[in-house]
């Protein structure tokens, strides 16, 4: 099941959050600093701690889009995080097209892959790519729709996928979005 929710990731409770992420998981700004914030207390262990998991998972210092880092939840624990799994999606700067929407179809299969490998059953989303990369919104929810959607019907242990908005309008856009899909 997919559903569009208000909140903030960092309090929800799913068995993985996914962290929207540069490529370098430097964790400054946005949702990234949330998430590292809500974490350790402190982002700078945990950019330390998520760059020494890059390495050791990806073997580089840097990852692309549809390539994911999983990191300790730390404190997030305490909401029945099990894992957050740092995903890149594309830079928009307002801009949309083709290319953009396939890298965050990479992004977000990468996440619903690597959380069904881990045997997760519920995964919560940011709304990567639309905060300070600049992608639009309304893209974004019909991306995560159709992405979500299709992963489900073969997922082996994915159940719940949930995109938590953390602005009310946010949540409203997404919500006529998926109303106008519908129809």
Known sequence: MFRVVHGDITRFKAEAIVNAANK????????????AKAASGDVSEYIRISKE???KQIGRDWIEHGEVVVTPPLNLAKNG????IHTVGPY???????????????AILGALKKADELGVRSIA??????GIYGCPLE???????????EFL??????????????????????????ERDEL
């Open 92 to 106: 928009c700067g307002g801009k949309w097209d083709e290319d953009k929407r396939k890298k965050l179809e990479l």
């Open 53 to 55: 998991e890059m390495r």
């Open 24 to 35: 370098y998981l430097e964790h400054g700004g946005g949702v990234a600093y949330a998430i």
């Open 81 to 84: 995080v099990k894992y957050v």
């Open 139 to 149: 893209e974004v929810v019909k991306t995560f729709k159709l992405v979500v959607n």
């Open 153 to 178: 019907k073969s997922a082996k242990n994915v159940t719940d996928v949930y995109l938590v908005l953390y602005s009310e309008r946010d949540y409203e856009v997404a919500l006529k979005v998926l």
């Open 125 to 130: 989303f940011p709304a990567i790519s639309a």
